[in-house]
């Protein structure tokens, strides 16, 4: 819950832990199991009732907002299995006959259970609000109602009327969550104090009558989070609901250019409270509109956000200039190109394969087989030396061995293994007796066992 969680309140990376408060290097279009966020509710809800706090309902309440709410097609109701945090990644929600994973049948479920945790009794004359949800508790026991109306998270204000047929004692427990940036408590229009006690929860106790009503004023503010690992990618909230901003098919992905990080009011504004939409203040390459993570729906998006301060801006600037440069040398010097997990070029190169499929990471697509294998067709040069270059992303644990092949021969093996956050270049001579008098030729990724990952490549040049 504090080591292993995304902004989100999701977990895992194509379904695994890694190592403690180190999330920067697991961000792709793999993060946060559905199923997963699915159990970890389950085992918030029995940890709050052996020891009610409010850092289980925190949580709870944040991986309910964020994740599961969003894990719906707003669209069609279709619902998702992972919930991306790379840059540039987007949402893959399923179909009505052609699609039905794990998080189907627990999608379908999340859904239904939106009221199980908001209340919270004691067995005797305690009640606690968890969540700040518009909703009716029947507490038979003591004979009483607690009607609760809000348009949290769109307004800070939350109201409770008591229906009873007689006086009553009881203690309520109201969350006051982390994010609050206070909280005001009225009973019957006149202010009551609003201590936290140890358990993070303002207990009011006294006699109750019918018609009493308690309003709470939660104060949500902006503020932003480092994901762990990295002080320098950051995502915004505002109270406990997660900020993203849409991105067109080609457009590139926003930094935050700004030399204090942490003060989010800084870099972002409100520009419509009553529908929770905001904007960047010190964006490159240009402003973007920040919306509630859970109004993205299946559209590119990211949500951490690199920070750089401004004099680092400016080295960025000369770095992307001189990767213009690179890619001019490498345009010139290009036979052919390949982009795998894009219909058309894998039309245009006769892409085959078996257990493979496509994926998407930072808004760039790839491919990788599992226990199989992936050919296409490249142009050559006949008449000059020919060098396959192939880009992977290094951070990968899991058995990602491989050979490549030309035309049935090996030219070479690849084991990515741990090499690192970032894309690797690699490159392999063609023996010139594959090349000469051809035109094309077919390169070839195959797993070396059933249980072993071709890939993942996400891009192919044949250069001179």
């Given at each position: ?55 289980y ?5 944040r ?41 189907v ?58 229906s ?87 457009e ?46 299946g559209?590119?998006?990211?949500v ?29 010097h ?46 050559v ?38 090499w ?13 007796e ?31």
């Open positions: 819950m504090n080591h292993h969680s995304y902004a989100i309140g999701g977990n895992t990376e194509h379904e695994h832990f890694g190592a403690p408060d180190m999330l920067a290097n697991r961000l792709s279009e793999g993060t946060c199991e559905t199923c997963n966020t699915y159990n970890m509710l389950k085992l918030t809800r029995h940890l709050f009732q052996a020891d009610p706090s409010s850092r309902a925190d949580y709870y309440e991986a309910l907002y964020n994740q599961i709410l969003a894990s719906q097609n707003p669209d069609d109701g279709m619902v998702c299995y992972m919930s991306p945090m790379g840059s540039g990644s987007r949402k893959t929600f399923s179909l009505p006959f052609d699609s039905f994973w794990c998080c049948g627990t999608g379908m479920e999340n859904h239904a259970r939106y009221g199980e945790f908001i209340y919270f009794t004691d067995g005797g004359s305690d009640v606690f609000v968890n969540l700040y949800i518009p909703s009716t508790f029947d507490w038979e026991a003591q004979g009483t109602k607690l009607e609760q109306k809000t348009e949290f998270p769109y307004s800070d204000d939350v109201r409770l009327r008591i009873t047929a007689r006086p009553r004692r009881f203690a309520l427990h109201l969350r006051r969550p982390a994010w609050a940036g206070g909280c005001e408590i009225s009973v019957n229009g006149r202010p009551v104090k609003s201590a936290t006690d140890e358990t993070g929860y303002i207990r009011i106790d006294r006699k109750w009558h019918d018609n009493d009503e308690v309003r709470l004023v939660v104060k949500q503010t902006l503020r932003s989070e480092a994901i762990p690992g990295d002080s320098t990618q950051r995502a915004y909230l505002y109270g406990p609901v997660v900020l993203g901003t849409a991105l067109a098919e080609e590139a992905v926003p930094v935050i250019v700004a030399d204090g990080m942490a003060d989010a009011a800084a870099q972002i504004e409100c520009t419509d409270p009553a529908r929770l939409r905001f904007r960047t203040r010190t964006a490159q390459p240009a402003q973007k509109e920040l919306i509630p993570y859970f109004e993205i729906g559209r590119r998006m990211a951490y956000f690199r920070h750089f301060p401004t004099a680092a801006w400016q080295e960025r600037l000369a770095e992307l200039r001189m990767r213009e440069d690179r890619e001019a040398w490498l345009r010139e290009t036979v052919s190109q390949f982009t795998p997990g894009e219909m058309q070029p894998e039309r245009d190169h006769n892409f085959c394969g078996e257990k493979t499929q496509p994926h998407e990471f930072e808004g760039r697509k790839y491919r990788e087989s599992s226990g199989g294998w992936f050919s296409f067709d490249m142009d040069d006949p008449a000059r030396p020919n060098t396959l270059y192939c880009t992977y992303w290094g951070n990968r644990f899991y058995n990602h061995s491989f050979d490549i092949e030309v035309n049935g021969v090996k030219i070479g093996f690849e084991n990515i293994h741990n690192g956050p970032r894309y690797i270049e690699r490159s392999y001579r063609i023996p010139e594959l090349t000469s008098g051809q035109e094309r030729v077919t390169v070839t990724l195959r797993a070396i066992r059933e249980d072993a990952v071709a890939g993942p490549l996400f891009d192919c040049r044949v250069m001179r």
